[in-house]
Structure formats: structure tokens, C-alpha cells
């Protein structure tokens, strides 16, 4: 309501005159105003016209509960300051306002050696080499940075999976990041702004999640974008499978489905999809290392 109220008392203090059309206001907006009249009187609604305005009856009493609920007013505060901080002096509150960070931070380790980054401005990250330092790398990426690799980028859902790598085909290379869950809007936007890698090689768990993320990098990858499949995954859904996690996440089977039709999914999707909805069965990706085709 806050965030509604300053806003609205933002609109009432900028216009030149005393009444103030209804018009102006969004609903959330009127709402705020209008439970300020009930409890303060600094303003009040009156019909004009074919309409209704709002007039301010103390327009001291306005100023001070928009300092109060405001601080500061956007052109107090330096450009330079950080978003958040900018938006507790603004609204009290660090995410009254947009809030999302500049960079995101991609978690990174290399997939056997020579695994090399490239910036078109002349920087190299060999990945390999800070990775037997530190255990794993950064990018901190923007959409317009140029940082791309010539080797697959490996995507996968949970930290287990990027902490232990012996479940990797014996001829997988490049480089492993995981997401946890959701697919941060930042990382997709970078993922779309340019060719990043050779090619993505998602693994998910085989979910709604899973497949909701899948499409969204089909819709917005600008490099092929490859759902991985364990060999046996029949086997594992039928034996390891999951009615409850298949339940948590059918509404998001159900929004991916017709995106993955529009952006033509492969029929080995299509087939995993047909399987998890006829079985009502949802696999964590952790379960390959209970197939016996990998060793543990």
C-alpha cells in the first residue's frame, strides 16, 4: 500500500492546481488516497463534471506523510548510488522500487582440460587452470559483455550434480554451471544476447520445472540448446519416479507444453513429456547415479 501511496502523493504535490482528477490514478492508487482521507482529512473527493477529482484540504499535512513515507525524492540522490540503497531513501524499503543487481554471478567449473573463456576485448579466463587453484570459477556477465566459450556449456539444476562430476559421459568437455531451480531472467537475457557457447546441454530434472526451463532457453538461446536424457530414464521414472513432485510441478508441465510444441521440441522431449504425464511420475536428475550404467 505504501508504495501505491507514495505514488499517488507524488501526483496530488506535482499538479499545479488544488483538485486533481480521479483519472490520473490507478486503482491501488485511489484505494491509498482514499483510506488517507479517512484517517487524516488532508484530502477529500468531490464529483466535477462527469467525473470526480480528489482536492487537497492540507497540503502541509500532504507534504509531511510523503517525507515520512519518502525521504528523499529521486533527484536528491547521487546517479551513482546502488539501486537498493537508492531505494531505501525513496520508499524505506530496498526493494520498493526496481531492484535487480547489475551482474549475475555464473558458477563455473571445467569439464576436462583446456577449457578456455574468451572476451572479444582481448581477456581470457582458462578456466581449468583457476579451477585447480580455487575449485571452480566466476563470470560476473551482463547481457552486452562478450564472453563466450568455443566448447559446450553444460546446464544443470542442483548443486550435486556440479560438485561431483563422475556422472558425465566419458566424452562430455567443456564447462558445467548449475542454476538452482529457477532460471535467473538475468542469465536468460545474457544467454540471448549472443552466441555463449557452442552449444547448451541442459539437464534438469524431469519436471515441470525442468521442462518450463527448457523452453524458455528454446525461446531465447541464440545457440542450440540440447535436453540431455540418461541413457536408462525409462527404467529410473518406473523405479525411482515421484507422484508428489510430479503434483507440485504439473502447473508448470502445463505452461511449458504448448511452448515446447511452438518451438518444435525434439521427439526424445516429447516422449519423456508423454511418459511423466501418462505415469503421473516426475525424476530428480540426482537419480543417475543409480543407473547402473555410471560409476560410482
Not at 524431469?206 to 540440447?226: R, W
Not at 504439473?250 to 526424445?268: C, H, S, T, V, Y
Request: aromatic share 10%.
Amino acid at each position: 500500500m505504501s508504495r501505491a501511496l507514495i505514488a499517488a502523493l507524488e501526483k496530488l504535490v506535482s499538479h499545479a492546481s488544488d483538485d486533481v482528477p480521479a483519472s490520473l490514478f490507478t486503482s491501488s492508487q485511489r484505494d491509498a488516497l482514499n483510506e488517507l482521507a479517512r484517517k487524516t482529512g488532508a484530502v477529500r473527493t468531490k464529483p466535477q463534471g462527469k467525473g470526480v477529482v480528489y482536492q487537497v484540504i492540507n497540503a502541509q499535512l500532504i507534504q509531511e506523510h510523503l517525507k515520512t513515507l519518502r525521504p528523499h525524492g529521486a533527484d536528491e540522490l547521487q546517479h551513482s548510488l546502488p539501486k537498493r540503497a537508492a531505494n531505501i531513501a525513496q520508499t524505506r524499503n530496498s526493494k520498493g522500487k526496481e531492484h535487480g543487481h547489475n551482474y549475475y554471478y555464473l558458477l563455473i567449473k571445467p569439464i576436462g582440460p583446456n577449457v578456455i573463456w574468451l572476451h572479444e576485448d582481448g581477456r581470457i579466463l582458462d578456466l581449468s587452470l583457476y579451477s585447480s587453484i580455487s575449485g571452480a570459477g566466476v563470470l560476473a556477465i551482463q547481457p552486452d559483455d562478450y564472453w563466450y566459450t568455443e566448447q559446450s556449456l553444460w546446464m544443470v539444476e542442483n548443486q550435486a550434480l556440479f560438485d561431483r562430476l563422475d556422472w558425465l559421459p566419458h566424452d562430455a568437455n567443456g564447462t558445467i554451471t548449475y542454476y538452482g531451480g529457477q532460471i535467473h531472467g538475468q542469465l536468460l537475457n545474457w544467454l540471448a544476447a549472443r552466441r555463449r557457447a557452442s552449444q547448451i546441454i541442459f539437464f534438469p530434472d524431469y519436471d515441470g520445472v525442468g521442462l518450463l526451463n527448457y523452453a524458455k532457453l528454446l525461446e531465447t538461446s541464440c545457440c542450440p540448446c540440447i535436453f540431455w536424457l540418461i541413457p536408462v530414464w525409462k527404467t529410473l521414472l518406473q523405479k525411482y519416479g515421484s507422484n508428489s513432485v510430479w503434483k507440485n510441478t504439473i502447473g508448470d508441465f502445463q505452461a511449458a507444453l504448448p511452448r515446447l510444441i511452438a518451438a518444435k521440441m525434439p521427439d526424445e522431449v516429447r516422449e519423456l513429456c508423454i511418459s511423466l504425464s501418462a505415469s503421473g511420475l516426475a525424476l530428480e536428475h540426482e537419480a543417475i547415479w543409480l543407473s547402473e550404467n555410471i560409476k560410482i
